[in-house]
Structures are given as C-alpha cells and as structure tokens.
C-alpha cells in the first residue's frame, strides 16, 4: 500500500464515522430506512448541512423553480398558505425531523407553492437537484415515495398490518384484490333442460361445489349447489331425470370479474350464500365461492352471518359473537381497510340485531303493531368496532296520540326485552339510556319528525349533542319507508337553518385533534391516562362530526362517515384532493384504534380508547400525526365556512 | 525516551515534492471586506497526545469546511499522523485513539502538507483555537519550517458574544446542549469539527441578524467584546 492510499484510508475511516452517523440517523426514518446503504452513504456524501433559525424562510414561490432537496435533521418547518380574509397565514403542513421536502415541486420542475418557513431553529440537510434526480433513478424505494409520497407510506402501514394479522392466519391475498384473479377454473355450467343426474355428474368430475344454468347465450339463469343436492335427497321424491331447472335456485347473485373480494365477501354476507357468479356484459365469465374467498380459515364468513340468521336462542348467538373476532383478525390479514372491517362488523351486527328481534318477538308474542327497529350513532354510521354500545330506538305508525300511546304500551314490554337480550350479545346496555325500552324513543313516525323538530329548532347544548347521536340514522329491522320520509323532513329542516348549522359547526369545533405546535402529540399530563390521547374523541370525532355538519348542511342522507365524505367530494362540497385526505387519514386513525382493541382483546384486557403514541413505531407515529392534522385541517375550514 | 524527540533533532528534510507542494500552498485569507458567506471557513479540531502545547504532538485532524452558510458533508477532512515513539497518556482516554491506530497514520509532513492544501486560503475556526493554532504553528515549523499565517476564529468567544444572554456556558459540550445539538461521536476529530461546525451555522446566522456582515466586521466586533470583558474582569 503506498503512502497516498494509506492516507486516504485512514482520512476515510474517520469521517466515516460522521458520515456514518448520519446514515443511521436517516435509517430511522422512512423511505431512507428502506434504501440501500450505499445509496444512503452517495446520499450524505453530495448533502450539504444547513441551519435556519426559527422564523426564517427556507423556501418560498418567488424563489423560481426549487433547486434543493432538503431533509430535516432537527428542528421544524412549516409551511403557510396566505388565505384570503385571514389575518394569519393558514399553516398547510408541518415537517418534523426525519422527513423530507419539497417533493411535488422537485418533481415538477417549479417553484414551491408554499412558502416553508423554518418554525424552530431547525437544521437540514440539503442536496441540490442534479444529485436529487440521480438519487431518484437509482433507489426504487427513494423513488416510489418521491412519487406517492406519503400514500406510499400507508402502503406500507397496511402491509405492516396485513403481516401482523396475517402471522397468525397464513393469508396470500388482499380483499383488494380483482375476483378474476382469484378464480381461476373456467365456470362449469350447463344448460336448463339438463336431467339433474347428469348436472350432478358435471360437478363430481369437476370436483366442484356448484353448477351454473345458463341459456344458449351463456347468460345465467340459475344456480344449484351440493347444499341444493343435500336438500333435494332429503326430500322424498328424488327424480334424477328432472331437468336442473326445476330444482335450481333462480336469479344467482351476479357481480362483474372487476368486483373486488370484498365486494364478493359483502355480498355474501349480506344475503348468506356462498356462491357469486360473475358476470361480463350479460355472459357468464365465472363463478367465485366462498372457498375461494377464505380456503383456509376456521372462520366462515357465509356459514357464521347463516348461523346468526338462523340462531335458536340469544345464548347461542351469545356464543357465535367470537367469531366475529377472529373475523376481524382473518380481515386485516387479508388486508382490509378499517372502512371494510367496520362495514362487515356492521353488517354482522345487523344480523345479530334482526336475529334477536325475531327471537325476542317469538318468545314475547307478535304485539301486532308493525314496526321499525332505528339505530343511532356509530351503528346508524356502520361503524361498529368490536367495543359496541346500544344506541336504538323504535318507529311505528299511529293516527292519533292516543292511539300512539296505545301502542306505545303493547311495544315497549317488547322493547326491553330486545335491549336486555342484545346486552346478552355483547352489546352494552346504554349509559345515557338511548334504547328502544325508553318510552321517550318508542316513538310514532310522526312524534319522531315532532323530536327532531325540536331539536333543530332550539339549539341548547343538550340538543346539539342528541343531534350528533340521533342524525347519524339508519333503519336495521322493519320497514324503512316512513323513517326514510321522517329523515328527508331532518335534512330539509337542517339545510335552511344557518343558525343550527353555525352551532353544530362550533360543536364540532370542540375537541382539538391532539397535536401541538412543537412536540408531536399532545397526551394527558397525569393520572391513570398520563401519557395517552383519546383516539377516538379526539382522533376519529373531528371527521365524524364534520362530516355529519356538511353532509346534513347539503342534503345528503347517508350516515356513514366515509360515504358522506365521497359524496361530499363527489358534489364539489369539499376539495377533491382535501376529501380524500380526510378519507386517508380517518381510516389510518379508525385502523390504528382497531388494531389496539384486537391486541387488547388478544390480551382480555378491557377495550379502551386511550392510546400511547409511543407504543407505536416512528412510521405509524408519523402517519397519525399527518392524520390529526388532516383533522385539524376539516376543523379549519369548518371555522372559515361558519366564520366561527 | 527523550519527550522532546520529536523537536527539531529529529527532523526529516523535506523530499523535492513536499517542498513544491509546500510553494503551492495559497496566501491565506486575511480578516478583510471579505463577505461571511464568501469565504472558506475551515473548522479543524486536533486530538493530541496531551494538552502541553511546547511538547505533545498532534495525533489527528479533523476538518469541516463552512461555505455559502451550508457545511458541505463530501469535503469532510479526517488524519491520523503517524508518529514514532507515541505513547499512551491520559489524553488516549479522551479521544480514544489508541497507539496502534497512530502508528498506522500518514506520515506528518505528507499529513500536514495534505491539509494545508485542503484548508487552502481558508479561515480557521475552533473551539478554544489558540490551543489548535499554536499546535499546528509549531506541528508547521517543525514538520514544514514553514509559519502558519492563517488567522484563527475561536468558537469560544465568538458563541458569548453573539449570545450574551446564555451565562455559565463554557466547553464545546455546554454549547452544544445549549443548542440541542446531538452527535455521537464526540472526541474523535471529524466529529468535533463537525459539532463544532453546525455550532459556527448557528453563530454566523445570528451574526447574520444583527448586521454583522464581512470577516472585518466580525473581527471589529471580537476586539470590542475582549475589550470590555477585560474591562469587566478587571472591575471585579
């Protein structure tokens, strides 16, 4: 070795060191800590480090296209929007150690829109364009979150969850995923005049659990199962020469190949049958079965929503409730989104709900008064977790008050009994007493259009918070015709009332998501709760209630936050790209709330909605952290719109 | 052994090479107009092999360069120099560089020759620098024969004066709490200099904020703050 080489090897060693230092300071955040090491050392060997202290722009429109990739080392930027009318500029984003900007303006080869400002003396590290766009071809990992950015990162969270569900249950594939990649057979069908014996021969060789009946255009008219078959040799008269068309069960669900498995599980569970044919422009392509949906899992979706159907007594509806927690688990290691899980879990519910109904009518006696079974808060939104609690009420008809007393008295002995038997289930008898046995709930459709009336008219905080448990309604036994007609008066009523609007606005306002200006998360100080914030008050409330104020301000009748953030994106209510920042970050908070209660549940500890951010990994810190500020966000332009 | 082994008795004649280097070498940057963010600001920490500046050598330099407000991490500086007879004192439990690695290091000469050429006409900064500056004037006399004409800026007085409203803060660590700045791998030459450097980033910002903008201004400033701190001790 001569004596430059010798040189230049000792020198290299030690700035290693600073070097290396910085690479594991990188390695702690993403993407950096999915890149190759020596992506990471060209990386710090072409940054240069800057300070800015606290108040100094960094960057800002004027400067011209950005030149400069920059990622915080310490400290915090933000970045400010001047909003007309506000005397404050409107804080867009924060940039917190570890992450990177600015990525859309690099990309676009343009100025920034933001002006980013340094909020505390904060050091970055910089790298100029030319090594940005080198960096950029040569890392895929550097590359997928310059491109998707932080949606990149749910990916990975939702993988992340994926695996963890999935360790325990051995899942290959996403509920995501198209129905025509999973079926993979050509659908074995025949047609109407077929004799069943041969039909049944059809399946046997092809070791099939169902044969389609189509006409001579490939449309399908029917479908028979080996539970059809079971059903047909219990009977007495087995003829096997009958064509299959007499004993076929006819109009077979149908849902287009592009259908999710979601879809198909949905439609499954909704109307317990274990067989969807999939049909393209009329013709059918397919047939998907449950088995192909969940081969290998002890939990059936199809047989479990049947056998709560079907249950001959609370206890052993009691006793099917665990299922549906081993549900929840196969459905995150299939990848589902929160919004999935909670609509199955609903669903299921509802099931349990209508099972208890009819048992609970069975044993009491038909008090001959129809009626309609309401549910409110998170169950009128389908967005039940596993920590249920009743919120219900009853509907019927009557033409006069005293004939709406009259039957009030026959329904209520009924009422009880429903409630007590859902306490059975699993469902937690209402604290505030908002169920079906309260005479002030068994209601006339015509007292419940006076209640609401009442509620909207005078705006006490009493009222504005029965609004925010009653308007989130929905019809889950009976006829829903005059709730329907009942909830259109609501909206009516709702959207010509500014003032009503204007205090739900302020009500809304009233939990502040939990993230402060300097530090991360803002936690309580002491006590029992010391350390954690409220996930679901403080996390999931904000988009709850601003979405109930716009959905209900703009005529929209769905309850389900979700939906009622699409529909208002879809009528140019809320900003595309803001709606659906709003859906990212509810569902990142609801999965994140519903992962803790599965862990709880794993360790039979009480369900609870107080979480440690710090129990959480720096990536799900950094996601709920944008989440929370997604929610702050909605709160923010509530406050612009209601000029509050 | 002889401590002072090292002085003059011992020392190697240049090779021809070393002295064109040595003629190459830039006439540095005086403390003039020069604008802050223009100039090359070389922030070099020393580890030695003790804290006596007549007798203890130079063990290794550590260099970052401070340029247009920003510290460009490629061009960082780091060399062991290789030097006979090196012995263990209490300064290896500090910096941590222990006899085997100094015996593997460069040749002084080419070693110092090397970062002459790397600080260029650059100005030095470093914490407590008259300590630095007269290691590397006698390491330059008696390696080179040559006189260091750099000028020196010391971190030290430059942190106090630009904020007199932090008391009792005193050593590199103290400042570099004071300022929440993290590094790992304290004492060891690169990554003083590299603290010691995002400390100067801090300093030449608030110099920035309080008008003080070319080297001669912040020189002017310096005397008149050695000025009435003698004032003030001799008060007292």
């Known amino acids: ?644 | 052994m002889n401590p002072l082994s090292w002085l003059g008795t011992r020392r190697q004649a240049m090779d021809s090479e070393q002295q064109a280097r040595l003629a190459r070498l830039p006439t540095p940057q005086a403390l003039d107009d020069t604008l802050l963010e223009r100039c090359r600001l070389v922030v070099v920490d020393l580890e030695t092999s003790g804290l006596n500046v007549n007798r203890d050598r130079i063990l290794s330099v550590g260099a970052v360069v401070v340029e247009n407000g920003s510290i460009d991490l490629g061009s960082q500086y780091e060399c062991t120099l290789f030097q006979e007879n090196h012995r263990v004192t209490e300064s290896v439990l500090i910096h941590g560089i222990a006899p085997s690695e100094v015996a593997r290091g460069v040749a002084p000469a080419d070693a110092l020759l090397d970062f002459m050429a790397f600080a260029d006409n650059g100005v030095f900064v470093a914490f407590h620098a008259a300590f630095d500056q007269r290691m590397l004037q006698r390491g330059l006399r008696q390696t080179l024969n040559t006189r260091l004409r750099h000028v020196f800026l010391d971190v030290a007085e430059l942190a106090p004066m630009l904020y007199p409203e932090v008391t009792g803060r005193k050593t590199l660590d103290d400042w570099q709490d004071y300022f929440q700045l993290r590094n790992s791998q304290r004492h060891h030459a690169a990554a003083d200099a590299l603290a010691t450097a995002e400390i100067l980033l801090i300093l030449l910002s608030r110099a920035r904020a309080q008008g003080i903008a070319t080297l001669a201004e912040l020189n002017s400033r310096l005397r008149h703050w050695r000025r009435l701190r003698q004032a003030r001790i001799g008060s007292l």
């Not at chain 1, 052993?316 to 909670?342: E, F, N, W, Y």
């Open chain 1, 1 to 644: 070795m001569n004596k430059d080489d010798k040189f230049a090897e000792a020198g290299k060693t030690a700035v290693m060191q600073n070097v290396q230092g910085l690479i594991g300071f990188l390695q702690s955040y993403p993407p950096f800590n999915l890149m190759e090491p020596a992506h990471l050392a060209w990386l710090v060997e072409q940054a240069q480090l800057r300070f800015f202290a606290a108040g100094e722009p960094i960057l800002q429109p004027q400067d011209g296209p950005v030149q400069r990739f920059f990622i915080v080392k310490q400290g915090l930027i933000r970045g400010e929007r001047v909003v007309a009318d506000a005397d404050r500029p409107d804080t867009t984003f924060e940039i917190g150690t570890g992450e990177c900007f600015p990525l859309a303006a690099l990309l676009g080869e343009r100025a920034t829109r933001t002006l980013h400002r340094a909020a505390q003396d904060s050091f970055c590290l910089t790298i100029e364009r030319d090594a940005f766009v080198t960096l950029f071809s040569r890392s895929l990992p550097f590359r997928d979150f310059a491109l998707r950015g932080v949606s990149s990162l749910l990916d990975q969270v939702n993988q992340q969850a994926q695996k963890q569900a999935s360790e325990t249950l051995g899942a290959h594939y996403s509920l995501d995923a198209r129905l025509d990649e999973l079926v993979g057979h050509s659908p074995v069908h025949c047609l109407p005049d077929t004799p069943i014996r041969s039909a049944v021969r059809q399946m046997h060789e092809a070791s099939i659990g169902s044969i389609v009946i189509t006409d001579e255009a490939l449309a399908p008219l029917g479908i028979f199962t080996l539970r059809d078959l079971r059903a047909l040799i219990a009977s007495d008269e087995v003829d096997l020469t009958r064509p299959l068309s007499s004993v076929m069960t006819p109009d077979p669900a149908a849902l287009p190949s592009s259908a999710s498995a979601f879809d198909a599980a949905i439609a499954m569970t909704r109307r317990h049958i274990a067989h969807i044919c999939l049909v393209d422009d009329g013709r059918l392509t397919g047939v998907v079965s449950e088995r192909d949906l969940f081969s290998l899992q002890r939990v059936n979706l199809v047989h479990l929503a049947r056998t709560l159907r079907q249950a001959e007594s609370v206890e052993r509806l009691a006793a099917l409730r665990s299922h549906i927690h081993q549900l929840v688990d196969s459905m995150l290691a299939h990848g589902a989104s929160s919004g999935q899980i909670t609509r199955i879990i609903t669903l299921f519910n509802d099931h349990t709900v209508c099972r208890v109904i009819e048992l609970s009518i069975a044993e009491h006696g038909d008090p001959g008064v129809p009626f309609s079974w309401l549910c409110f808060g998170s169950e009128g939104r389908q967005e039940q977790t596993l920590h249920t609690d009743q919120d219900n009420g009853m509907m019927f008809s009557a033409a006069s008050p005293e004939q709406a007393e009259e039957r009030r008295t026959l329904l209520l002995p009924l009422a009880d009994k429903i409630n007590q038997a859902l306490a059975q289930c699993g469902f937690t008898l209402c604290k505030g007493n908002i169920m079906a046995s309260n005479p002030e709930l068994c209601l006339s459709a015509r007292e419940w259009q006076a209640r609401f009336d009442r509620i909207i008219a005078s705006t006490t905080p009493a009222n504005l918070l029965k609004s925010a448990i009653y308007f989130d309604f929905r019809v889950v036994w009976g006829d829903r015709r005059a709730a329907d007609q009942v909830f259109s008066g609501v909206l009516r009523k709702i959207g010509s009332n500014t003032l009503f609007q204007q205090q739900m606005a302020q009500n809304a306002l009233q939990h502040r998501p939990p993230i402060g200006r300097l530090r991360d998360f803002v936690v309580a100080r002491s006590g029992a709760e010391k350390d954690t914030l409220d996930i679901k008050v403080q996390g999931l409330g904000p988009f709850v209630d601003g979405a109930r104020l716009l959905a209900l301000a703009n005529g929209i009748a769905v309850s389900n936050t979700l939906e009622r953030l699409q529909q208002l994106r879809q009528r140019g209510v809320l900003d595309p790209l803001d709606a659906d920042a709003y859906i990212e970050g509810y569902q990142f908070i609801q999965l994140v709330r519903m992962q803790q209660h599965q862990q709880q549940e794993r360790e039979q500890r009480p369900f609870s909605n107080r979480l440690d951010p710090d129990s959480l990994n720096q990536l799900d810190r950094r996601i709920l952290r944008e989440s929370f500020r997604q929610a702050k966000r909605l709160q923010g332009s509530l406050a612009l719109r209601y000029n509050l």
